[in-house]
């Protein structure tokens, strides 16, 4: 994959990526509990890679291509 993350925002309940590729990918942060009970400091404390996103202090690690895979619905 060719793209990456460039720059994370977040506000109470989402994180939102943008990409290389000028798209702007939103995340519920309540797919990630950890990322939902830090704190605001805690989560702008984050390292970018080409693979992925890291916060050290949470020791919590997003891949982009995790992030952009298909989420298969629950069968009823």
Do not use: C
Request: hydrophobic content about 45%.
């Amino acid at each position: 994959m060719n793209v990456s993350i460039i720059r994370a925002k977040f506000d109470e309940k989402h994180m939102w990526l943008t990409l290389s590729d000028g798209r702007m990918l939103g995340v519920p942060l309540a797919l990630f509990p950890l990322l939902q009970r830090a704190t605001p400091l805690q989560r702008s404390d984050y390292d970018l890679s080409p693979r992925g996103i890291h916060w050290d202090e949470l020791n919590e690690d997003l891949s982009l291509d995790g992030l952009l895979s298909p989420v298969p619905l629950a069968a009823n």
